[in-house]
């Protein structure tokens, strides 16, 4: 994943049991060796769910494009994916907090965290913090043409790859900038 | 999210129970009045779960940008997600799938599915169409400047959004085209 699309657009859902069935969230994460963390509002069910001690699964998947064959059932898309298992626990040692939110705020936005005003009992007091050792992955990539049937290759249609990226607009300083700062740079691909 | 963002590259996941634990699946999907549908291998484990009658939890979630506030626990994303339950059946009769596989290709390339060399037996086996009635979904909106607390908003740092969103390649053609065809318009946004 690092090499290929470091800076793209991710979108991961973590998937869990409340009350016995499945519920799959959209969240942030980021990584620490081989420790993958994500957060939430402390009194989200979310978050209470995953600190009970269930195990989780964390899909992360970047849609490439979009792959046109000949027939309708070799249609396809590519894509980069990875699933995680594990079982997350609550992260509770305030350095271990303020250490690993700092290294989220780097991945998005490298140097920031310097600048910003310092977090305060009450906003910790709200946000939980979730880790999880990856006990088991699996990742799936799919980064080729169409895979038509023998034959099929001169049905007389166009066949190929749509690609899809993610792409940067111009940031939207609020109204309380008044020019007065730069806006950081993108952390999304630029193409 | 219809007039927001029609044509946004949306993740789905799906996420169910495979002998008990959550197991969360990329997947594309489509909508037909109130009944969502998804597709896999015949053979896959998702497929055999969702057929087999459990509950599963289908979330969809695009990514608007980055929300840069002057706190670190103020910082958000603006995203759109929805998130739907409900208990999938297998489609069985050869029409439906048929049917339903065509508006598949009409929302992703209006216009293909009648110039595709048509299913064949073998192919209508390996791959599995399942389909949910919406039982209950709820759906999340962010689109907002950051929220700052009361006197940190002239705090000397920038504050607003990092937009993102989805971006066309130039078509790809594969070897066979040869330059006899054009290629579909995409099916991605164009800004």
């Given at each position: 994943m690092h090499e290929r699309g470091r800076y793209d657009k991710e979108t991961i859902h973590v998937g869990h049991l409340i009350e016995g069935r499945p519920v799959v969230i959209p969240t942030f994460h980021w990584r620490v060796g081989d420790t993958v963390f994500w957060h939430g509002s402390s009194a989200s069910r979310m978050v209470r769910a995953n600190a009970a001690g269930g195990q989780v699964c964390l899909t992360v998947t970047i849609m490439d494009g979009y792959v046109l064959a000949r027939s309708g059932y070799n249609h396809s898309v590519n894509y980069r994916s990875v699933m995680c298992f594990g079982t997350p626990r609550l992260v509770t040692d305030p350095d271990e907090t303020m250490a690993t939110l700092k290294a989220f705020m780097d991945k998005l936005v490298p140097g920031r965290w310097e600048g910003l005003r310092p977090p305060n009992e009450r906003e910790m007091k709200a946000t939980a913090v979730l880790a999880m050792e990856i006990d088991e992955a699996s990742a799936k990539v799919r980064a080729a043409p169409p895979g038509d049937d023998?034959?099929?290759?001169?049905?007389p249609i166009w066949g190929g790859v749509l690609p899809v990226h993610t792409a940067a607009g111009a940031p939207e300083p609020d109204k309380y900038v008044e020019g007065r700062f730069e806006a950081p740079a993108t952390p999304f691909a630029k193409r």
């Open positions: 023998p034959g099929d290759e001169t049905w």
